[in-house]
């Protein structure tokens, strides 16, 4: 079975800071994805990154990096220079083991403060 | 970049009725669509895996006679909730895969969701 656990429910990031959300997964597949949503309050799910279980690079897109620590099953979402605009839930997620669905963890809503 | 699309954004009903959402993938073929549950302030529950032309696959717990859902065509899968009661009454978020040929990686996109009230 495939776990996610998100530890923050809330965090606080001042504008311009940057915030990691933490996450860690439990699996015991060897082929795996990683992914991290962000949820604004219209309730769209919006991709914001991906890692694969055998990148050795950590994955980064813009202002997101995701810091995957496979020994320590982390993946841990990184957003540099916050914006007022990053304030939502974010979910972390994963996929694996043939399962094609994803399994989410509880999310951590973002709070960026002006 | 791929879209999902859901329809209605948002349904009020009578307890007692029946509620269709459609889940169509617009410039993309799902062989494979999601539906998940999330009630206020929490995570993502899947309910079911859609399956184009065959039974949808549910979740441990999910009454596949409630929530109806069928794949007919590669673009769209409907969940039908039959007889709703307020205890249904959630937000409702399809999701599908496209395919892109690598084993690891398949984008998977998200409908912007349904949500329902029944009174």
Not at chain 1, 48 to 64: F, K, M, P, V
Not at chain 2, 65 to 74: E, G, R, T, V, Y
Not at chain 2, 84 to 95: L, R
Request: proline residues 3%.
């Amino acid at each position: 079975a495939q776990k996610i656990t998100q530890t923050q429910p809330g965090m606080f990031v001042q504008e311009k800071e940057a915030v990691t959300l933490d996450c860690t997964y439990d699996t015991s597949d060897q082929s795996y994805g990683l992914f991290w949503y962000k949820q604004p309050s219209s309730g769209e799910m919006i991709f914001l990154i991906y890692q694969g279980s055998y990148d050795e690079q950590n994955a980064t897109e813009g202002r997101y990096s995701l810091n995957f620590q496979k020994a320590r099953k982390s993946a841990n979402l990184v957003i540099s220079a916050s914006q007022l605009g990053d304030s939502a839930m974010y979910f972390c997620a994963m996929r694996g083991g043939g399962r094609r669905a994803l399994t989410f963890g509880s999310g951590t809503r973002l709070q960026v403060q002006p | 970049g791929a879209v999902v699309s859901q329809h209605p954004s948002r349904v009020i009903c009578k307890s007692g009725t029946s509620v269709k959402i459609e889940c169509r993938s617009l410039d993309f073929q799902a062989t494979t669509m999601f539906w998940y549950r999330q009630f206020p302030k929490k995570s993502l529950m899947l309910m079911a895996t859609s399956n184009e032309g065959s039974k949808a696959t549910y979740e441990q717990g999910v009454e596949k006679d409630k929530f109806l859902i069928n794949h007919a065509s590669l673009t769209l899968s409907t969940l039908t909730v039959t007889s709703a009661h307020p205890e249904d009454s959630s937000f409702y978020i399809c999701s599908a895969i496209r395919w892109t040929g690598m084993s690891s990686y398949n984008e998977q996109f998200f409908g912007p969701g349904t949500r329902l009230t029944v009174l």
